[in-house]
């Protein structure tokens, strides 16, 4: 039988990455669900209608559900569920800001899908993500390896894009690597970063990358301050897509995500950003890498920072 993906929310960021899903045209189905009545119809009906033109033969459903599981029959038999319900941002405001009121709509979500989608592999995108993430865990109780959380591969692209516009090269031959939180404890990792093989720092002064590390750290609110209502869709759901396709694929491909840590670079019992390998299970394996020793010291702080937050989720 062919896969199906399942995307919760169909705001901004859920149609989207339905798009994305569909014209791949590696999935059969796409199911894209929303509390909003009608909506998820609405764009699925509209997407259908662009098959002819893109030229693809996923179907897409549309399907609204409740907060006690109506409607989320459409969604069983899903091998991929992105969840990205959720209030986005307003300008001003942190990424958790948004903790408590997101909190209570994924453990919602992510209950629905545990009984719906047993066997699913679950990507969050909803914020603050590392927080999110766990939460979905908790919440679905599916092995931690099943849960996983996008956010690295955003901060990735946004690091490579700043460094190719500075130095006017094809982002092509820019290689970056973000690691840590979704949040204040981002890490860029320069020393992981290239230009055409070489090393950024051979091809870049030091104060110049600092200046496109502030900027990768902030590349979400500066997106969500030019918008004024909602915010970034286009790479987040680039980015969230990328990762469904290789779950779907079984494809090994190694991603930057929010994977669940467990003594890699000496550190335990967290969700946090790093590489990992990603296949039909979710995680393969998180990958390690060497890392200079501030870079590491940043990245076990971003684990403190995100644990004692992902301790509080708990009993949200
Ligand atoms: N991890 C990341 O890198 C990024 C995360 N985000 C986050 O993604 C989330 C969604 O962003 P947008 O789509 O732009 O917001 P949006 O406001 O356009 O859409 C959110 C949708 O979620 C729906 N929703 C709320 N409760 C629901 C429930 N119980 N079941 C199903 N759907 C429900 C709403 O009706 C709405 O249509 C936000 O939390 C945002 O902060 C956004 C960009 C990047
Ligand atoms: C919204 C968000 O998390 C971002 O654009 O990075």
Redesign the pocket.
Known sequence: MGKKVTVVGAGFYGSTTAQRLAEYDIFDTVVITDIVEGKPAGLALDLNQSRAIEGFETKIVGATTGPNGEGYEAIEGSDVVVITAGL??KPGMS?MDLLETNAKIVRQVSENVARFAPNAVVIVVS?P?DEMTALAQIATGFPKNRVLGQ?GM??TARFSNFVAEALGVPVKSVTTLTLGS?GDTMVPVPSRSSVDGKPLRDVMPAEQIEDLVVKTRN??AE??ALLKTG??YY??SAAAARMAKAVAEDSGEVMPVCAWVDGEFGISGVYLGVEAELGAEGVKRVVTTELDADELASLKEAAEAVRAKQADVANM
């Open positions: 986005p941002r990424r914020n993500l956010a955003l901060d979704h590349g979400g997106v969500v915010s970034a790479a987040p």
